[in-house]
């Protein structure tokens, strides 16, 4: 079945930089265009990046253009979020998606806080 497990989350200060992972099983990994979500407390998850399944096309939310980078590994069936520059209001659970045959996988999220 569809596995989708994130991590490298945790505490970072303002302006720090983290790098999420997401490591994929149960589908061909290569073939699909695969999504961050993010969703901070009392709000609606929210698109953060998204990537084909080339890795040569991406789109990110306006919001963090310039600071977060989608990439991929097909070799390794991972997906990537390097977030730099990071703000206290980009604390939240991030979610690694795809989706496959008309249904929406997530993964069990990884929690990002940036505090001082």
């Known amino acids: 079945q569809v596995q989708l497990v994130e991590s490298g989350g945790g505490l970072v200060q303002p302006g720090g930089s983290l790098r999420l992972s997401c490591a994929a099983s149960?589908?061909?990994?290569?073939?699909?265009?695969m999504s961050w979500v993010r969703q901070a407390p009392g709000k609606e998850r929210e698109l953060v990046a998204r990537?084909?399944?080339?890795?040569?096309?991406?789109n990110d939310a306006d919001s963090m253009k310039g600071r977060f980078t989608i990439s991929r590994d097909n070799a390794k069936n991972t997906l990537y979020l390097q977030m730099n520059s990071l703000k206290p209001e980009d604390t939240a659970v991030y979610y690694c998606?795809?989706?496959?045959?008309?249904?929406?996988?997530w993964g069990q999220g990884t929690q990002v806080t940036i505090s001082s």
């Open positions: 998606n795809v989706v496959r045959v008309g249904y929406d996988y």
């Open positions: 149960g589908f061909t990994f290569s073939m699909h265009a």
């Open positions: 990537i084909g399944n080339t890795g040569r096309s991406t």
